[in-house]
């Protein structure tokens, strides 16, 4: 932790940036955030987001990243979500026919986006006529109620299970995570002892769609002159390492900074760089 973000940032053209921890929390924005970032456009470079997060469409999540005299400083063709690969699943696999799922009426946007119906999973019992069932978002829903209907969903049906967002926990603010969608489908998965289909980070995949983004704009762009920016070492350095990339290890969500030594040598995930934050 000795080199400022802007530092690093330099050496860079194309900047790939998780969402939560590192730009912002559960109570929005970091505060400088959106300065970092207009700095980082006046200097020359591509941003892009790459986030597991399926709560929201690509165009409202650019909404976050509003500039108040130079507008949208990151657009939703520069947001690369889990909840797309898991559209592009249901899209080629599912085709047709309702998908039950859990979450917020606006995360719905990823089975609309394939094709086929969107049902809350309150509104189905365990014989509804579903083809799948897709986890969302870990919010706008009965923890205890719904929880339940959806595993004797699963008790009587055999229907795939989509794992949207793989993250087990998510930042609240600088000193709380709060538990996300990837840990209740650890638990559904254990409980019904299916194997459910899991997209986001670490999967290389999230990584290839930025880079092929990036390269359309900067043909001949090298992994060498990228970096992605995290706050988790077992999916974001791990996914950006995985691809091949130079990777950052903000301590502003879910890594602390008195553990971080600890987790490196007990993970053997080694980032390129640490920093506090990307206001650090």
Same mark, same amino acid.
């Given at each position: ?20 921890? $590192? ?10 955030? !959106? ?31 509003? +500039?108040?005299?130079?507008? @949208? ?7 690369? =979500?889990?909840? !797309?690969?898991?559209? @592009? ?22 089975? @609309? ?5 969107? $049902? ?12 799948? !069932? ?41 000193? &709380? ?11 559904? @998965?254990?409980?019904? +002892? &299916?194997?459910?289909?899991?997209? *986001? ?7 290839? +769609? ?26 974001? $350095? ?8 130079? =990777?950052? !290890? ?17 993970? *053997? ?10 206001? =650090?």
């Amino acid at each position: 932790m000795t080199e400022h973000f802007s530092q690093i940032a330099a050496r860079y053209d194309v900047i790939l940036f998780d969402a939560y921890g $590192v730009l912002k929390n559960s109570a929005g924005l970091l505060p400088g955030a !959106l300065e970092v970032l207009a700095q980082l456009i006046d200097a020359g470079k591509s941003l892009y987001v790459v986030t597991n997060d399926a709560s929201r469409a690509p165009d409202v999540m650019a909404r976050s990243y509003l +500039h108040p005299t130079r507008g @949208e400083l990151i657009s939703g063709a520069r947001h690369v =979500t889990s909840g !797309l690969l898991a559209t @592009e699943f249901l899209r080629n696999k599912v085709r047709s026919g309702r998908v039950a799922y859990l979450g917020k009426p606006s995360a719905a946007y990823y089975v @609309e986006a394939a094709g086929v119906a969107a $049902v809350p999973i309150a509104q189905c019992d365990a014989d509804a006529d579903v083809r799948a !069932l897709a986890l969302l978002d870990d919010e706008g829903f009965d923890w205890q109620l719904d929880l339940n209907r959806a595993l004797n969903l699963l008790r009587r049906q055999n229907i795939p299970v989509v794992v949207a967002n793989a993250d087990p926990t998510y930042p609240v603010d600088a000193e &709380k995570v709060a538990i996300a969608v990837g840990s209740l489908g650890d638990l559904m @998965e254990r409980i019904v +002892h &299916k194997r459910f289909i899991r997209f *986001g980070k670490p999967d290389a995949l999230m990584y290839a +769609h930025a880079y092929e983004k990036a390269r359309l704009e900067r043909p001949g762009l090298d992994k060498s002159q990228v970096l992605m920016v995290g706050d988790t070492l077992d999916t974001d $350095v791990l996914g950006g390492n995985k691809f091949g990339i130079d =990777t950052l !290890l903000v301590l502003s969500g879910n890594t602390r900074r008195e553990r971080v030594e600890m987790q490196i040598e007990s993970t *053997g995930i080694i980032p390129t760089y640490v920093c506090g934050s990307i206001l =650090t």
